[in-house]
T-cell receptor
Framework: KAGVTQTPRYLIKTRGQQVTLSCSPI?????VSWYQQTPGQGLQFLFE???????NKGNFPGRFSGRQFSNSRSEMNVSTLELGDSALYLC?????????????FGSGTRLTVV | QKEVEQNSGPLSVPEGAIASLNCTYS??????FFWYRQYSGKSPELIMF????GDKEDGRFTAQLNKASQYVSLLIRDSQPSDSATYLC?????????FGTGTRLLVSP
């Protein structure tokens, strides 16, 4: 079955701009989580959506937002980009139920802010 | 104190040896624990998960969990150069994974 699809793979944006990233989970998975990965901080949790509802949110400023559609696809938006937002943004898909569910990651979107 | 802690390494082992990767966690409410492998420039790939005390084996990999000591480990038997990667330990709490910063493993031929 198809994996987790993230688009675009690479982005270069200018400070102050905004960006939207997309994630399509594995078919049948209703949970989508977003993570930011940087060399210094590792993988940091942004937020998690299940059936169009945000269930959990990490410690990121309000410039980071997301949403999930009825087909479980999710988008993440970052407004007023800062240089420090340069990172690999990863989306993870899971069934969202039980203690032993696995998270499958997409290939990521590498965002560079200049 | 970080919620999930790992030694950053690198951990260097010769080909054919056993690699032992360790992780400690602070949240006693954590229910499941995951080991991911991440090659440079790639996304994390799930190797194993464990949620019961004791050992869980899958091929060359064995995950060990000790909830009393809040300790998780991953053993890789017969290590291969292709195992060279960063290994991420993660715990799950309320609808999120909390990752350690990863241990870099280098397997030399």
């Amino acid at each position: 079955k198809a994996g987790v699809t993230q688009t675009p793979r690479y982005l270069i944006k200018t400070r102050g701009q905004q960006v939207t990233l997309s994630c399509s989970p594995i078919s049948g998975h209703r949970s989508v989580s977003w993570y930011q990965q940087t060399p210094g901080q590792g993988l940091q949790f942004l937020f998690e959506y299940f059936s169009e509802t945000q269930r959990n949110k990490g410690n990121f400023p309000g410039r980071f937002s997301g949403r999930q559609f009825s087909n479980s696809r999710s988008e993440m938006n970052v407004s007023t980009l800062e240089l420090g937002d340069s990172a690999l943004y990863l989306c993870a898909s899971s069934s969202g139920r039980g203690v032993d569910y696995g998270y499958t990651f997409g290939s990521g979107t590498r965002l560079t802010v200049v | 104190q970080k919620e999930v802690e790992q030694n950053s390494g690198p951990l260097s082992v010769p080909e054919g040896a056993i690699a032992s990767l360790n992780c400690t966690y602070s949240d006693r409410g954590s229910q499941s624990f995951f080991w991911y492998r991440q090659y440079s420039g790639k996304s994390p790939e799930l190797i194993m998960f464990i949620y019961s005390n004791g050992d869980k084996e899958d091929g060359r990999f064995t995950a060990q969990l000790n909830k009393a000591s809040q300790y998780v480990s991953l053993l890789i038997r017969d290590s291969q150069p292709s195992d060279s990667a960063t290994y991420l330990c993660a715990s799950t709490g309320f609808q999120k994974l909390v990752f350690g910063t990863g241990t870099r493993l280098l397997v030399s031929p």
